[in-house]
Nanobody
Framework: VQLVESGGGSVQAGGSLRLFCAASGRSDTYTNIAWFRQAPGKEREFVAVMGWRGSTYYGDNVKGRFTISRDNANRMVYLQMNSLKPEDTAVYYC???????????????WGQGTQVTVSS
């Protein structure tokens, strides 16, 4: 599975951005797509996942502000980010794993990342 992110950029606090993850290559029923982020000097953090059956889960830091969605026909996954805060500043990565288990670990396909910067 190949993943390519886009849509990052700079925005002021309170603003919105939409990230895009385009998937190509191997297609499997049990493909789960997730978003992670990593800020400078911090560990990688789980953001959201779209499970293979359409279930969604979010990290506590983004619940109520971020929404993950997908377009199966075009093999796209989106991350709508609203009410952005300076602490959301990070490189955002799209990741995939093929598994019947939908959770926040075990992702073995990764995109190159896209920078999101939120200024106060």
């Amino acid at each position: 599975v190949q993943l390519v992110e886009s849509g990052g950029g700079s925005v002021q606090a309170g603003g919105s951005l939409r990230l895009f993850c385009a998937a190509s290559g191997r297609s499997d029923t049990y493909t789960n797509i997730a978003w992670f982020r990593q800020a400078p000097g911090k560990e990688r953090e789980f953001v959201a996942v779209m499970g293979w059956r359409g279930s969604t889960y979010y990290g506590d830091n983004v619940k109520g502000r971020f929404t993950i969605s997908r377009d199966n026909a075009n093999r796209m996954v989106y991350l709508q980010m609203n009410s952005l805060k300076p602490e959301d500043t990070a490189v955002y990565y799209c990741a995939a794993k093929i598994s019947i288990v939908v959770d926040t670990s075990g992702y073995n396909y990764w995109g190159q990342g896209t920078q999101v910067t939120v200024s106060s």
